[in-house]
């Protein structure tokens, strides 16, 4: 799928401090606030979460924010085509603000579901997810632990991974596409605050 040497992207200086503690203050008000969740274990079952705290112990808030998206989505366009991915993309979904606290961390996974999205899904019916951003809110210095790992060699590579290191200041913002492995490493002291989207196009072909 990839037919690229570059596996992601790092970009600074995204959003200012001050925005970035207003995109917090906003997410935390408007968003709905859920436990984060891991994909189930069956077959069709996009829709069907588990809690397990061993794998993912986050806690989130969803929500969208026009001007946000606007900001956003100029970027995503540039850095899809100047990384030669050239996807073709449709939809952003709802914005997710992530909160790890003492402990909390995400174990390897991957953002793709194992299915496109049914039809109750509005906009994103028959879509999957293409490309995911991570943009950290807060700087590496306010909290200790919470490194970002990537997969982003070839099995016969080791190590196969690394973490990405210049994603440590607020406003700067980690692109790649969905199907690549990555975790958030535990965070051990501190509050580590990232916003968290996924764009969306039709199946792959």
């Given amino acids: 799928m990839l037919n690229s040497p570059i596996s992601y992207n790092v970009t600074q200086e995204v959003f200012t401090a001050e925005e970035c503690k207003e995109i917090i203050e906003y997410g935390i008000k408007h968003g709905s606030e859920v436990q984060g969740k891991i994909g189930g274990k069956t077959p069709h079952n996009n829709d069907k979460l588990i809690l397990d705290q061993k794998v993912r112990d986050t806690k989130l808030y969803f929500f969208s924010h026009k001007e946000t998206y606007d900001r956003l989505m100029?970027?995503?366009?540039?850095?899809?085509?100047?990384?030669?991915?050239?996807?073709?993309?449709?939809?952003?979904?709802?914005?997710?603000?992530?909160?790890?606290?003492?402990?909390?961390?995400?174990?390897?996974?991957?953002?793709?579901?194992?299915?496109?999205?049914p039809k109750n899904s509005g906009p994103f019916e028959g879509l999957v997810r293409k490309i995911s951003f991570s943009i950290m809110l807060n700087n590496k210095e306010e909290y200790e632990g919470g490194d970002f790992e990537i997969?982003?060699?070839?099995?016969?590579?080791?190590?196969?991974?690394?973490?990405?290191?210049?994603?440590d200041k607020c406003g700067s913002m980690l692109t790649f596409p969905s199907y690549i492995p990555h975790k958030v490493h535990p965070v051990t002291n501190g509050i580590r605050y990232s916003l968290v989207g996924w764009v969306a196009g039709k199946p792959w072909r």
């Fill in 74 to 117: 100029p970027y995503i366009g540039m850095i899809n085509q100047d990384s030669l991915w050239n996807f073709d993309l449709e939809q952003v979904e709802p914005l997710q603000l992530s909160i790890y606290e003492n402990t909390g961390h995400y174990d390897w996974h991957i953002d793709v579901h194992p299915y496109p999205y």
């Fill in 151 to 167: 997969e982003d060699k070839l099995p016969n590579f080791n190590p196969r991974s690394h973490v990405v290191e210049d994603l």
